[in-house]
Structures are given as C-alpha cells and as structure tokens.
C-alpha cells in the first residue's frame, strides 16, 4: 500500500482532532485508468486518467457530517476539518451513529491471500488499442453484422486506505483489465444491437479479444428481425446475463437500510422461505481474484462469508454498524463507503446454488415461453414487490428458440417469482454475483 495514502488519513484524523471532533474516520483513494475506443479500424478517444480523492468523516457526541476534496494540501485538509465539525454540531443527533469498537476489529489489514491485484506491468496504450482493434474486427467479420459501434479496452488501478481514531487503519489495492464491443445487424427501424464485454482483475485471465468480439457479433446477428411476443402469461426464462437483476432486487429488499426505512417488500420475512427450498444465497466476500472481493468493510469489520438466504429460508439483513444498532442487532460487515459520505450497507460478491441441468434443458421444459437476454426500464414497487421491466430476447415454441423478440414488458410480483425459480447450471465462476439463467413461471407478458 503507498504510503502517502496512510499519511494523508493520518493527516485528516489529526485535524479532526485539532477541530474539536470526538472520534473521526478518513478515507484515502487514488486511482489510475487508461482506455481506449476505436471505431472502423482507428482509434477513436483515448484517456489516461490520474488523481486521489480524500474524505473525512467526524463525529461531535451522537452527530456527524462528512466531506471530501481532491486537493490533498495542509490548508485544505485543516479547512475540512473545521468545516466537518461545524456542520456535525448542527446535525440532528442520531443514537445510531458511532465508530467500531476495537474489539470488532479486523485482523487483516491488507489483502494478502486475496489476489485483488495484478502484480504484472500496466499496458501501454498501443497494446490496449490492438485488444479492442481485434475485437471490432472479429465482429465486423461475423455474417450478418451491418456496422460495429465501438469496441474499447481499459485497465485501472485504485488504491485506499482507512483509517480511523479508533486505532484501525488498513489498505489495498485493486487493478482491472477490460474489453468490450458493441455490434449491430439491420438497418434503420430494423437495426438490433447487442454487446459483450469481459473483465478481470489480473490481465492473463482475460479472455482473447477475438473472441469477445466474434460473440458481440453473433449476438446481434440473432436478433436480427426481432418482432413482439404476443401477450399473455407464459414461463420467462431470465437468461445468465439478465439474471442476477432478479437476484438483486432481493439484495435490495434485505439491505439493512430498507428495513429500517421499513420500504420493503421483504420486511416481515426474516426466517421465512423467499426461494425454493434446496436453494441458497451464500455473500462470500474472500473468494480469489474476484472483483467484489475485500479483507474488511468500510467500518474496518472483518469480511466473513454468510448464508444470507440457506435452503430457501432467509437468515438475515445485510447491515453495517448504524442499521444494526438500529434494529437492535450486529453488524455482518457489509458497510461500503465512499469518500463523500457515512458507510451505508451492500452486499459483494454473491453466489445463487446452481441446479443440476442446463440452459438448454430449461427451454425445452418450458414449451412456450420467452428467453429474456436484455432488460430495459423498470417499476419496482420496493414495499409491494411488484415488477414490470421492459425486454427483449426470444421466443419459444416446442422447447426450441425460433425468433427473436423485442418491445415487450414482463410483469409479475417478486415475492412469487422468486419462489418459484428454478436455477440452470451456467454461472460464471469469475463473476462476483454468481447467478445461473433462472425459469420463473407465470409472467405477464405485454407483446403484440
């Protein structure tokens, strides 16, 4: 970790304490990225991109306030403080507010074992712009691509470091390599687009260019000719790409800031079933390599993996410090932070038990129905559950996919829908929300 990162909170915490705060905490980030686009063959924007980013977080009895600049001098760094303080003294009290106690603590310090960073050399940009001039070319190549809109390539690195006046502080650091294409097929109103991209944190793992784009291609191409289902209720298959925002909705729904705020569709089921039994949505935020990955929370908690839903049955809230003592329970480390404000809960990386067969074989339970491959839009009633998304995909007929379909709206509840999932086995293992294509039944279709 560099060590001007820990200087500076250092720094933060020192003059929030010449200030007049009680207890304070301070966060550092620097980031470094580099991208590049091309269009036909040539290089169409570059970026490089360099900076840190402070935050300061004070605490004056049972009141806070936070700020954030990027300017890093003595000057500044003494005005935050004195700015913080004045406006925590005129917040309203909050018995929910307060640092960890040393106790809580994470060991690790660092993210040693986790592999969240790339050891190798930054890519220059000639080497980027040959990654995305590859995959726009093997889209261009595909049969039936009119026209590529773009294909890029990118790499970050971001550092951060914690720091608190309860004595924890701690840091690491993060890279990422990416590539992505977009491609279309048609023309005019009968123009359909599609995409594919890859990430990963270390360069090696990252799939060839050629093939990122060979696939936006053929994805396009598929959707060439797409028309409007009709309307009705039929099985919608939520294909792996489009899948985990099912899941997601349920992550929302048990975030601990929704319980409290009591905006959930989800607030009178802890212990009760919300998936098929024999599923479970395991939170593991220690997994290798993977990008939602982290040693500790925002609060300096240690990352611990958890059942939050095991068997069906939902065991708990994803909460940080605040909204467990708010509702009366313990934090399960899942506070995120950035550098403008308080930590607030998220879940990382998730992993929903897959099933035993594949895509395929759930299309061909499904006789008639509709394969969703991109969501649009949405209505989600956050305390009723009620769900209406735009999409686009394909329909089936006889268990077998014979056109592709657009402008169409699926609708149902998702306190019902997600009871009835049934999960294929094609999740990306390198994805951190691991969630395989899911059939739910009964949706309401709006088509033609």
Same mark, same amino acid.
């Given at each position: ?12 915490? /020192? ?19 580099? +991208? ?32 954030? +600049? ?25 018995? =929910? ?5 040393? $106790? ?21 940009? @000639? ?25 890029? %390539? ?30 279309? +097929? ?17 360069? *090696? ?14 994805? !396009?191409?598929?959707?060439?000719? %797409? ?11 939520? /294909?792996?790409?489009?899948? *985990? ?12 800031? @929704? ?7 989800? =607030? ?15 939170? /593991? ?24 839903? !095991? ?8 909460? /940080?410090?605040?909204? !467990? ?5 313990? =934090? ?5 932070? $950035?550098?403008?404000? #308080? &930590? =607030? #809960? ?7 038990? #897959? ?26 009633? &956050? ?8 999409? +686009? ?29 049934? *999960? ?17 039944? $009964? ?6």
């Amino acid at each position: 970790m560099p060590q001007p990162l820990a200087d500076l909170t250092a720094r933060m915490l /020192d003059a929030a304490t010449r200030a007049g705060a009680d207890a304070a905490d301070a966060l550092a980030m620097s980031a470094r990225s580099v +991208s590049i686009e091309v269009l036909k063959g040539r290089l169409e924007h570059a970026e490089r991109a360099e900076g840190v980013d402070i935050g300061l977080r004070v605490l004056v009895g049972q009141r806070q306030a936070s700020v954030a +600049s990027s300017d890093t001098s003595d000057e500044t760094i003494a005005e935050m403080a004195a700015r913080a303080v004045a406006m925590a003294r005129e917040a309203p009290e909050d018995s =929910s507010v307060g640092l960890a106690e040393p $106790g809580q603590f994470a060991a690790a310090r660092d993210a040693t074992g986790l592999d969240l960073a790339d050891p190798a050399a930054e890519p220059d940009a @000639a080497l980027l712009e040959q990654d995305a001039l590859a995959a726009e070319a093997a889209a261009r190549d595909v049969d039936g691509v009119a026209q590529v809109q773009g294909a890029s %390539a990118s790499y970050g690195l971001r550092s951060m470091y914690l720091a608190a006046s309860n004595g924890f502080a701690g840091g690491y650091d993060r890279t990422g390599r990416s590539v992505s294409c977009v491609a279309i +097929s048609g023309e005019g109103s009968a123009m359909e687009r599609d995409y594919n991209g890859e990430s990963r944190i270390f360069q *090696a793992d990252l799939p060839d260019p050629c093939e990122i784009g060979r696939l936006a291609g053929e994805r !396009a191409v598929a959707r060439f000719g %797409a028309k409007k289902p009709p309307t009705g209720a039929y099985p919608v298959l939520f /294909d792996e790409r489009v899948a *985990a925002s099912l899941i997601g909705h349920l992550l929302a729904a048990v975030n601990g800031s @929704a319980i409290v705020r009591g905006a959930s569709w989800l =607030s009178d089921a802890l212990g009760q079933p919300v998936l098929p039994a024999g599923i479970s949505l395991t939170h /593991d935020p220690l997994r290798r390599r993977i990008s939602g990955s982290k040693p500790f929370d925002a609060e300096g908690l240690a990352s611990v993996p958890r059942d939050i839903v !095991a068997d069906g049955v939902l065991q708990g809230w994803i909460l /940080d410090l605040a909204t !467990a003592r708010r509702l009366g329970m313990q =934090s399960t480390a899942n506070a995120t932070r $950035g550098t403008a404000g #308080p &930590p =607030s #809960p998220s879940s990382g990386n998730v992993a929903l038990t #897959p099933g035993s067969r594949s895509r395929a074989d759930l299309i061909a339970d499904m006789g008639t129905g509709l394969v969703v491959t991109s969501l649009i839009g949405a209505s989600i009633n &956050p305390t009723t559950g009620d769900y209406s998304r735009g999409a +686009s995909g394909f329909w089936v007929e006889g268990g077998e996919i014979v056109r592709p379909v657009n402008e169409c709206t699926i609708a149902g509840n998702l306190r019902a829908m997600l009871k009835t999932i049934v *999960a294929a086995d094609d999740a990306r293992a390198h994805l951190s929300t691991r969630v395989p294509s899911l059939l739910v039944e $009964g949706l309401i279709i709006a088509g033609a």
